[in-house]
């Protein structure tokens, strides 16, 4: 389910008086419209994932530490550490983990202040996060206290969670999180099942360089991972396998394939962006509309006539 144009208006509008969300301004037409009611969602071995408004949060509840990953905004994260709290006998978190900046996966951080021991995330995504491309700076934020360039791990309880940076992908910060022992890896925006996804070219989005974090990140988990989506289609789940990462890669391939026919066929940029119809072969994906769609085929163009 996606916002028509006033509700993402006048929901940006509700979110910036709460806090200094910062989020692409293209990006709104995709922020995942869950049910308004909090829903906790365990997978295995005590992980877990919750759904609001905003990109998926994943989360672990274990005798010896809570660990959340991605905070929503700042009203869905309260609501998301008052559930918390219940199923952790009142534990403090003791890692918020970011997978990238944006304000639907790190908006809410600010609600974690004086619950979360630490803070971690991507140097870079870090960086978006204080001075993000193209916005102002946040008012007030909850920004992290511990960065990584390619990988972080810590135990937690008698869990593990590793960070990995594959390289430039969604943006230029993303990292996949795995809970090692419960093999439940965390995509944040690095999948959006059957869904056509935010791209941040100013903070560095390279489709090249986003197939290729895909096929990495399938290598460095085993066959029966259970990933986690940041966002999906209405109807689709937010959790799934290496199949669909495979499915997703396969999709950007072929946006790229398209554009780079479009470009030989002698089209202009302007005509390139005009498409509105559904990717042939992906038409579950839906069509490509007048705000977030069209900025994956911005990156495309840009990457097939620059080789950059």
């Known amino acids: 389910m996606s916002f028509t144009r006033r509700e993402f208006l006048a929901t940006s509008a509700a979110a910036a008086a709460a806090a200094a969300i910062t989020r692409p301004a293209f990006a709104g037409a995709f922020w995942q419209a869950q049910a308004a009611q909090p829903v906790f969602t365990p997978i295995r071995r005590n992980v877990g994932f919750f759904t609001m408004r905003g990109g998926t949060i994943g989360f672990l509840v274990n005798p010896g530490a809570v660990v959340a990953v991605d905070s929503q905004f700042p009203a869905e994260a309260t609501a998301f550490l008052t559930g918390l709290k219940e199923r952790s006998n009142g534990r403090g978190v003791d890692f918020?983990?970011?997978t990238h900046h944006h304000g639907d996966h790190s908006g809410g951080n600010i609600s974690f202040r004086g619950s979360a021991k630490k803070v971690v995330a991507h140097a870079k995504a870090d960086e978006h996060m204080r001075t993000p491309p193209g916005a102002?700076?946040?008012?007030?934020?909850?920004f992290p206290d511990t960065t990584f360039t390619d990988n972080w791990s810590a135990d937690v309880g008698d869990e593990k969670v590793r960070a990995r940076h594959y390289g430039r992908a969604h943006t230029s910060g993303d990292a996949v999180i795995t809970f090692e022992r419960a093999n439940v890896a965390h995509m944040?925006?690095?999948c959006f099942n059957q869904r056509h996804p935010v791209v941040d070219r100013a903070a560095g989005a390279t489709l090249r360089g986003w197939m290729t974090v895909l096929d990495r990140t399938v290598k460095d988990h085993s066959s029966d991972t259970i990933y986690v989506f940041g966002h999906a289609n209405a109807g689709l789940p937010v959790t799934g396998n290496a199949a669909d990462l495979n499915g997703f890669t396969t999709y950007l391939g072929a946006v790229l394939a398209f554009v780079d026919a479009q470009v030989k066929a002698g089209k202009?940029?302007?005509e390139v962006m005009a498409m509105r119809d559904p990717l042939k072969g992906f038409e579950a994906y839906g069509r490509f509309g007048p705000m977030g769609p069209r900025e994956i085929l911005t990156c495309a163009y840009e990457e097939v006539t620059t080789g950059q």
Not at 136 to 142: E, I
Request: aromatic share 0%; charged share 25%; no cysteine.
């Open 188 to 190: 944040g925006d690095l």
């Open 136 to 142: 102002n700076p946040p008012a007030d934020q909850l």
């Open 96 to 98: 918020l983990i970011n």
């Open 268 to 270: 202009s940029r302007d």
